[in-house]
């Protein structure tokens, strides 16, 4: 059946969810939970109370879930997208390629309305790639999320060929060539980090199943929402039939941030400044990188003399750039985040120019660099523009930067054990040391 006629089957958009309920079967544990996609009823995670530091083994959830019993089906296509359209003589007429499906999670937020826009005008995947856009929400932003979709709408975007909304990620995920996956829950006034990362930890366990139970097999997974490295962890480890390497971490807008910092203390402009990595966590913890970093193709350190600006204004800089910016607007980075967003994506779809490298937070397991293996770590890729990657193996390290690479991993290592329970590696411990901020908090 053709992508055209399946979009055309679909009722429209006021047609309301139909209530249904999931049975998951575990296979760490004999705990089997129900769980309801009707929009009458809260979210996965939302209604779970806090995981404190130590569960009994009968609390411990399960990582992986297999559904039962339950048809393939395709999520509400919205309004105009449920139209019939002839995608064969376009792509005959216009060269276009086969269409391939975006899932983008929090598809109601703010860095969501910024980057749905940019996906939809062919800004990311080309002007000859047509797409399909499955919005995921929750509960509570279901109607946001449909003004999402008129807007989409009207904006009339030729390369926009289907758009679905939703709130089950079972549905919302189903045939996904990519998932972008913002969607998570702020950090609330006196919520500790432990408290974050359940919470959010949560959503990823049950996107990274739900990823596992209907996503291309070789879907490519970017992880936004915060704590974006180890929800990261969490999310790949509850989908075990799909590659540990097609995960990502979100550490492209620091790797940005960072750029700019150096152009300006340099006195170029951002376009000469290359080699930038952020390593480790999305956290104030993490490592933007001078030594191997280059500016006109020059070491930055022979460029930028002023050591102790780069060991402390610099770094400080790119750590907290997302809190002063929070203080002067009163809202988190979201036009700039979506944009480090396509960027992402724009470096695993093309080709790294020759001799530079990008900053992912990726699965560690085998790096070159003797970091920890089992967390989510940012460090330099590149692409041939295959949508993977590999890591770069000519960095330097002096003590300065292994230190304070070895300070992020284990920052990492710690929210690592604080996860066991989302990840299937038993009980949770909870030993985080000291409460480092992500880089939009004060
Ligand atoms: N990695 C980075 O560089 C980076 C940078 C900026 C922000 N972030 C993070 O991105 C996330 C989103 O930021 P925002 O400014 O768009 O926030 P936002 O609050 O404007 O939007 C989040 C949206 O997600 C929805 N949502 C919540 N839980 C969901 C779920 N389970 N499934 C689907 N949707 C869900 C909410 O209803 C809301 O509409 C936050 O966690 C933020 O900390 C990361």
Known sequence: MSSSMAVAELTSPSSSYTRKTLHYSSQFSNVSTRVSSSRSVCFPGWQKSRIRCSLTSNEVQAPVAEKID??????????????????????????????????????????????????????????????????????????????????????????????????????????????LLIGAKPRGPGMERADLLDINGQIFAEQGKALNAVASRNVKVLIVGNPCNTNALICLKNAPDIPAKNFHALTRLDENRAKCQLALKAGVFYDQVSNVTIWGNHSTTQVPDFLNAKINGLPVKE????????????????????????????????????????????????????????????????????????????????????????????????????????????????????????????????DLPGDTMLPGEM
């Open 70 to 179: 339950e048809p393939k089906k395709k999520p509400e296509c919205f309004g105009v997208f449920c139209l019939t359209y002839d995608l064969k003589a376009e792509e005959e007429t216009k060269s276009w390629k086969k269409l391939i499906n975006i899932a983008v999670s929090g598809a109601a937020g703010m860095i969501s309305n910024h980057l749905l826009f940019k996906l939809a005008s062919g800004e990311v995947f080309g002007p000859n790639q047509p797409i399909a856009l499955k919005l995921l929400g929750s509960e509570r932003s279901f109607q946001a999320l449909e003004g999402v979709a008129m807007e989409l709408e009207d904006s009339l975007f030729p390369l926009l060929r289907e758009v679905s909304i939703g709130i089950d990620p079972y549905e919302v995920f189903q045939d996904a060539e990519w998932a």
């Open 303 to 430: 460029v930028i003399k002023d050591t102790k600006w780069l060991e402390e204004g610099f770094t400080e800089k790119v750590q907290k750039r997302g809190g002063v910016l929070i203080q002067k607007w009163g809202r988190s980075s979201a036009a700039s985040t979506a944009v480090s967003v396509v960027d992402a994506i724009r470096s695993l779809v093309t080709p790294t120019p020759e001799g530079d490298w990008f900053s992912s937070g990726v699965y560690t397991t085998g790096n070159p660099y003797g970091i920890a293996d089992g967390i989510v770590f940012s460090m330099p890729c590149r692409s041939k523009g295959d949508g993977d990657y590999e890591l770069v193996k000519d960095v330097i390290f002096d003590d300065y930067l292994w230190s304070r690479i070895k300070k992020t991993e284990a920052e990492l290592l710690a929210e690592q054990k604080c996860v066991a329970h989302l990840t299937g590696e038993g009980i949770a411990v909870c």
